[in-house]
């Protein structure tokens, strides 16, 4: 992870980049990016894309990853760098490329040189690493969050290193003087000398102390804790002078375990002192010493500084925030439009989700039952046996002699009877056979328009058409072009009941 091979930069193409760059984008809110979503991302032909994605996995600046639903790639943090490089290359901010110079928990720095030679140091954050990784509990990098992937909170991180410097810089803190930054990478001033840990003599060794509580000191009354103030974060020039590096971990001195933060790196210089040069002084600084003067904290935005604790600490300094306290009211009020404005939709989506479902089912009934058309049918019905009715009442003096008074008669004599045929599919005229031999005139039935499904059978009807709309919705979600997860593991299981089939073993068997 901590090697970095920076030759490929200059034969990426346009398109190969803008293809990392739409990996970037749809990493925003998706874990595996589908090739699909990065060819509309990219607004690149799809099958151009595939080509630009492989040849991306194979310089490994991409991943292509097998997930459980769906298949898709991950932007490597090789991937990352050359996002980052490319952007500072375009700048003009670095045009050389040198050697690793240290490794650190969270980071690798690097040399690099402008376009007039002039050496630099490139920091590349590395969150994420197996020795680094507890981050919610040491950072508030996640904040609201419940997971974020690693690139981001580098990038949070290179981005407070960068606020950081910058404004202890303005207040003359001896710290190396930021340049630019993109993405996780920071560009920095190449400090000439070496780490404290590596300096076995010193001139001056009360001095060198003195100095370096002096820093811890000035830093608190400035509002900050650096919270990994040892041996390995502080720089010494050739010149002896001490240069303090590496700010992302830094909180605010109104942090709710900012004193224990300040006495660890009081204690962290002085077991140094006692170990590497058998120097102990019984003076050294307490949480209780420290006077605000100013509120980088407040700048910065620092770890552990809430809004309510910037409007005291603003009001016991004696500065006017009235501009402060209006232009949050502003950003309250345009948040709370927003937030109205996201219920009412949310309000009127629902409404026409549920009127667009209400709908559905009333087709669905229409389709299956044809209402309208059965009325009809039952109408016609009544019709044809109100003219048979009226049919047998006049032939009722030539019938009676073959009619028989017993109505229990009736069944046995069927057989002989020809019953009405009327057409009850069509609205035109029923036409009427003439009847011979009618049973009993008195034994027409009377038929009703009241429908015979049960409502239970309508409602099971109903929930099977509702889940078959589902389920087609439902494969509507699978990506076009990338097979799914299971498609792909009863195609391998076919593949491989082939192969036995066309070896001939189980042939052999017999």
């Not at 590395?126 to 040491?138: E, H, M, P, S, V």
Request: hydrophobic share 30%.
């Amino acid at each position: 992870m901590g090697k970095l091979d920076v030759k490929l930069l200059r034969y990426l193409t346009s398109e190969e980049f803008r293809v990392l760059t739409a990996i970037e984008m749809g990493m925003k809110n998706h874990e595996l990016v589908p090739a699909l979503l990065a060819a509309q991302i990219a607004n690149l032909r799809y099958g151009g894309v595939h080509k630009v994605l492989r040849e991306l996995c194979k310089h490994k600046l991409l991943s292509y990853e097998r997930g459980k639903r769906y298949d898709g790639y991950r932007l490597t943090n090789a991937g990352y760098d050359y996002l980052a490089l490319k952007v500072l290359t375009q700048r003009g901010v670095i045009s050389y490329f040198g050697n690793q110079i240290g490794v650190g928990k969270e980071s690798n720095i690097y040399v690099v040189a402008n376009d007039k030679e002039t050496p630099l140091c490139l920091k590349l954050h590395r969150l994420g690493r197996t020795c680094f990784r507890n981050i919610k509990d040491k950072r508030d990098y996640h904040q609201h969050r419940h997971s974020a992937s690693w690139l981001y909170l580098s990038r949070i991180s290179a981005t407070r290193e960068f606020a950081y410097m910058t404004a202890l810089l303005d207040r003359g803190f001896s710290v190396p003087k930021p340049i630019d930054f993109n993405r996780h990478c920071v560009i920095m001033e190449l400090v000439e000398g070496g780490p404290l840990c590596n300096v076995s003599e010193v001139s001056n060794v009360e001095a060198l102390y003195d100095e370096l509580m002096d820093l811890i000191v000035r830093l608190a009354n400035h509002g900050v804790i650096h919270g990994d103030f040892n041996e390995f974060n502080i720089m010494i020039k050739d010149d002896g002078k001490p240069v303090i590096i590496d700010f992302p971990q830094m909180v605010s001195t109104e942090h709710e375990n900012a004193e224990a933060y300040f006495q660890r790196d009081v204690n962290c210089i002085r077991d140094f002192f006692k170990r590497r040069f058998g120097y102990e002084s019984e003076l050294y600084p307490i949480f209780q010493d420290i006077s605000r003067e100013d509120c980088i904290d407040v700048e910065v935005r620092a770890s552990g500084l809430t809004k309510q604790m910037e409007k005291d600490l603003f009001k016991g300094m004696g500065i006017d925030d009235d501009d402060d306290e209006e232009e949050e009211e502003e950003e309250e009020e345009e948040e709370r439009k927003k937030n109205e404005e996201k219920a009412h939709k949310n309000h009127k989506d629902l409404e026409e989700e549920i009127s667009d479902l209400q709908l559905q089912v009333e087709n669905s009934v229409r389709e299956v039952f044809d209402v309208p058309q059965k009325e009809a049918t039952l109408n016609n019905y009544n019709e044809c046996l109100e003219q048979t009715a009226a049919l047998c009442f006049k032939d009722q003096n030539n019938t009676e002699s073959k009619c028989d008074s017993n109505n229990e008669n009736i069944s046995a004599d069927k057989e002989n009877n020809e019953y009405i045929s009327c057409d009850l599919s069509s609205n035109t005229e029923n036409e009427m056979t003439h009847i011979n031999d009618y049973d009993d005139t008195r034994s027409i039935r009377s038929v009703t328009t009241a429908s015979t499904i049960a409502p239970d059978v309508i409602k099971k009807r109903t929930k099977l058409l509702l889940d078959k709309r589902e389920k087609k919705n439902r494969t509507r979600i699978l990506v076009k072009g990338e097979a799914s997860a299971v498609t792909r593991q009863r195609r391998d299981n076919r593949t491989t009941i082939k192969e036995y089939e066309s070896s001939g073993i189980w042939g052999g068997l017999d």
